[in-house]
Each structure stands twice: as structure tokens, then as C-alpha cells.
């Protein structure tokens, strides 16, 4: 059983930065994939971006390549989504995931932190 406890999200203006944090505890791996979802009222859930804990399988999605930085403290069982030039469409609420290596789905989710960006 693994639990997830996401923050840091709030309400900001079109090109202000957030950092949001993921505390997992519990059964954890270093071969685990950590995610960041989002989903936007009346849209699809979207795959933000993603790492192992060791820091490898990175991914990001193109909507926020370039303006969005995963990272994990191992330390600390915490993976941060670093978000700078935030814009109105990057408004949603944000999940933590996390799946076992080899495994197609996310397994535990957390309850999600609201980001809002303001023009």
C-alpha cells in the first residue's frame, strides 16, 4: 500500500511559477514511476510528466516541455513538480501517481492539489 499526499497548489498570475510536492509513504521502490496528472473541468485527464526514482524514464508532456521540471528528494519520498511560465490552460487539478515498474497502470493516486492561473 503506498499513499500520496500532494501541495502546493493556489492561485497565481499568467507567467508566475508554483512548485507543487508529492509526499509518498509506504511500500515504495526506487524502480517506481512517479507522475504528475491533470485535469482541466469538462477535459480529459492528461499525463504531465513522469520519473523513476532513481531519476530515469523521464517524460513530459509537449504542452509543458521546456516550462515543467519533475525531481524527486529520495530523502525525503517527495517528487516535485516545478512549474514556471505558468499560463491560463496550465489551470487543473494536479494528481501524484505512482506504478510498480512493468506495470501498464498507476496504481495509488493522491487527492490532488488545485492550480489556478489567472491572465
Known amino acids: 500500500q503506498v499513499k500520496l499526499a500532494e501541495s502546493g497548489g493556489g492561485l497565481v498570475q499568467a507567467g508566475d511559477s508554483l512548485r507543487l510536492s508529492c509526499a509518498a509513504s509506504g511500500r515504495t521502490f526506487r524502480t517506481d514511476t512517479m507522475a504528475w496528472f491533470r485535469q482541466a473541468p469538462g477535459k480529459e485527464r492528461e499525463y504531465v510528466a513522469a520519473?523513476?526514482?532513481?531519476?530515469?524514464?523521464?517524460y513530459y508532456a509537449d504542452s509543458v516541455k521546456g516550462r515543467f521540471t519533475i525531481s524527486t528528494d529520495n530523502a525525503k519520498n517527495t517528487v516535485y513538480l516545478q512549474m514556471n511560465s505558468l499560463k491560463p490552460e496550465d489551470t487543473a487539478l494536479y494528481y501524484c501517481a505512482t506504478k510498480q515498474f512493468g506495470e501498464r497502470e498507476y496504481a495509488y493516486w493522491g487527492q490532488g492539489t488545485q492550480v489556478t492561473v489567472s491572465s
Open positions: 520519473l523513476s526514482w532513481t531519476g530515469g524514464r523521464i
